[in-house]
């Protein structure tokens, strides 16, 4: 079966420290990787993607076949990273849109 | 350009009753997706519409159903509502091809209560 794991439901960090956001998928075959961000009062929209292997906000994500995961990093936490943040594997050729989202982790960013 | 649009944003029903929530895709986009996202839960695939048919389908009964019309609108249809049902129906768009295939554009969502 399918699934990710989001270990923390809550990481609270200080400006300034970096952020580690862990993502562990159990998926056949080769997923596709995204990490999606919901901020206060806004849309979920996407951070990043794995084959695009860019640096969005400073997030940097790496995809790890041999530990199954695909951790979320930033060297310096910015107040506005503060936001609801999804790891999501899609499924390789044929997947289309099914997505399966983890339970989340919500990121505080304190001064 | 605009993006997705769901409606209605908030609506109560009781046990038993059916409803229909609508969602306008983004423009350029002809897929569209439906997921729940119930309380505290990360969201969930119900199921995908291309060229007005379903090709992907979540772990939800028959009960739910959907629609894509010519202009890649879409609807969700919930047959006999439960309590469980509760929840936040979100719906996103993509195009099938290019660079931006598979990256979902979400709408605000519509909130159901079962009551």
């Known amino acids: 079966a399918q699934r990710v794991t989001q270990p923390e439901k809550l990481l609270s960090v200080f400006k300034g420290a970096p952020v580690e956001l862990k993502c562990n998928y159990s998926?056949?075959?080769?997923?596709?990787l995204f990490w999606y961000v919901q901020y206060s009062r806004q849309r979920l929209q996407l951070l990043l993607r794995?084959?695009s292997r860019e640096s969005i906000k400073g997030f940097t994500a790496d995809l790890n076949k041999g530990e199954t995961s695909f951790h979320l990093k930033k060297p310096f936490a910015q107040e506005e990273d503060s936001a609801m943040y999804y790891c999501?594997?899609?499924?390789?050729?044929?997947?289309?849109?099914?997505?399966?989202f983890g339970t989340g982790t919500q990121l505080k960013v304190e001064l | 350009e605009t993006g997705v649009t769901q409606s209605p944003t908030h609506l109560i029903k009781t046990r038993g009753q059916q409803v229909t929530l609508r969602c306008s895709s983004q423009?350029?986009?002809?897929?569209v997706s439906w997921y729940q996202q119930a309380l505290g839960q990360g969201p969930q695939f119900i199921f995908q519409?291309?060229?007005?048919?379903?090709?992907g389908r979540g772990n939800f009964p028959p009960r739910f159903s959907g629609l894509q019309f010519p202009n890649y609108s879409s609807e969700l249809n919930v047959n006999a509502l439960e309590l469980d049902d509760s929840a936040l129906y979100l719906c996103?768009?993509?195009?099938?091809?290019?660079?931006?295939?598979?990256?979902?554009?979400f709408g605000a969502g519509s909130r159901l209560t079962v009551l």
């Open positions: 996103a768009s993509s195009p099938n091809t290019g660079a931006g295939a598979n990256v979902l554009t």
């Open positions: 998926y056949s075959g080769s997923p596709e």
């Open positions: 794995h084959i």
């Open positions: 999501a594997p899609r499924s390789g050729r044929g997947g289309g849109n099914k997505l399966t």
């Open positions: 423009s350029g986009h002809n897929t």
């Open positions: 519409y291309y060229r007005e048919e379903e090709n």
